[in-house]
């Protein structure tokens, strides 16, 4: 097992006041060489927008877009007709394709809205934008895998033009929990939310990232109540 491990504190930041963003990797005005991405995934933001604030309108091409809400409420419009809000529990994906434009803005004035934006590189290119969105019941992640994303349509999870499956999960203290791959040369980035976690003797806290490759199964163990993404994508595509 081959692994490669990017602590909170080192990943790019930048607070615009109605904007506090963390770049897992290069993005923006934050550029690693070494943190352009791993394997299809892009970009992993860890936003936090102000009330009534959001992303104006902007296109997207060829590129898997996943939003994941923490807290709060977001609001989403697209040019394919989408007027959505998206909270906690939810997991929306839009398949930019031959190109789609969108914003993003936080619907109430008297909260922040907390959510991850990942980027995911497509397994085809230029097809017809596509947008999914679903409610999950948090309770079905307590110390299990709650699959979030997914290839294939008859499965759990919104459906994402890669071969790529995310999943989360809740962890008691002291739980711990295998994650078995499901395709030979895939690799999977594990995102801690909240707590801590040992991976491979490797002690994880919030907001650390654990890239692992080269594997079929690893184990999470719990060393605090944990709340914990796991992103399963091609590491050749």
């Known amino acids: 097992m081959k692994t490669i491990v990017h602590k909170s504190e080192t990943r790019g930041h930048a607070n615009h006041g109605w904007l506090n963003t963390y770049h897992t990797f290069s ?18 933001n860890d936003d936090t927008v102000a009330g009534g604030m959001g992303f104006g309108k902007h296109p997207h091409d060829n590129m898997e877009i996943i939003s994941i809400p923490l807290s709060g409420d977001l609001e989403h419009e ?5 007027v959505k809000v998206i909270k906690e529990g939810d997991v929306q994906i839009m398949s930019a394709g031959t ?13 922040e809205v907390k ?18 969105q ?33 999943h989360m999960t809740n962890l008691d203290e002291g739980k711990n929990i295998e ?8 690799g999977v980035y594990v995102f801690v939310l ?28 719990a060393n605090t109540n944990a709340s914990v993404l796991l992103m399963e994508i091609p590491m050749n595509f």
């Open 115 to 132: 959510f991850l934006q990942i980027w995911i590189f497509p397994k085809e290119k230029n097809i017809t934008p596509q947008y999914d």
């Open 134 to 166: 679903i409610s999950l019941n948090i309770e079905d992640r307590h110390n299990k895998l709650q699959q979030i994303v997914s290839p294939f349509k008859n499965e759990t999870g919104v459906t994402i033009n890669q071969e790529a499956w995310f």
């Open 99 to 111: 190109g789609v434009f969108h914003s993003e803005k936080n619907k109430n004035h008297d909260k």
């Open 179 to 186: 994650y078995h791959l499901k395709k030979e040369n895939s």
């Open 194 to 221: 909240e707590g801590e976690i040992t991976i491979n003797s490797e002690n994880l806290s919030q907001r650390d990232g654990m890239g692992i490759y080269d594997t079929n199964s690893f184990t999470l163990q």
């Open 27 to 44: 993005f923006a005005n934050y550029y690693d060489p070494n943190r352009m991405h791993f394997g299809a995934l892009r970009v992993l």
């Open 78 to 82: 697209d040019s394919m007709g989408n």
